[in-house]
């Protein structure tokens, strides 16, 4: 039996025990690239913005109209590129979970193909997120606000950019796709659930700090205020 993508957003082991039957994975990639590239266009205005926003106090209004058309056009080329990046976090992810899982010498470790397409439903999680956090408002690039519902809700933000990030990043659709993640590792790992937990933590730490550091470099590069 195959398994549909959307089955994996409310019933995740059901979903990974037709994925561990089945592993197809064009159907979920294809989904995963559309929602990356839907969430890319809506949140690039924002992005624009902050971009703008952060220049430092010598550029004038010519180098931001420059800065506004280059970033314009670089829209369709990271459109275009959505499936090249998308199957190189599926690749990234998918390679560093089956390390992890080799170092629990316990766990019945899957075919890594079957991982992958696991880890491709998780990403059209992301993609999803993405599109519901713009949908409420909850955009966060370049703003005080404190993102979807989570602990940035409950503490006063830091001003350091790194550490924002990090308290913005524990949320309510973060612990949606770790949760769905731990339960699909789970029942490839054939019941290792605290294992199961701690290896899709320990990836979400890891996305999440290579993510910041991708960020970084691109400030670096445009020389922006942070």
Known sequence: ???????????????????????????????SSIAGILALVLRWPAVLDAVIRHLPSTAGVEDQEWIRSVLFQDLFLRCTLVPLTTGIKVAGLSSLLFLLARFSPSLQLPRFRVLAVLVTHVMLLQ????????????DTFGTSSPGPPGVAWLVSLPHNYISVSLIRSLN????????ALAVGLRVL????TLRSCLIAVVAWIVAVLANLWLIRLMHDALHLRV
């Open 1 to 31: 039996m195959i398994s549909s993508p959307s089955l994996y957003f409310w019933r995740p082991a059901e979903a990974t025990r037709r994925i561990r039957e089945r592993p197809l994975l064009w159907p979920a990639f294809s989904l």
């Open 172 to 179: 309510v659709l973060t612990l949606w796709y770790c949760t």
């Open 127 to 138: 993609a999803t997120g993405e599109i519901l956090t713009h949908l409420a408002g909850w």
């Open 189 to 192: 790992f054939r019941g290792a």
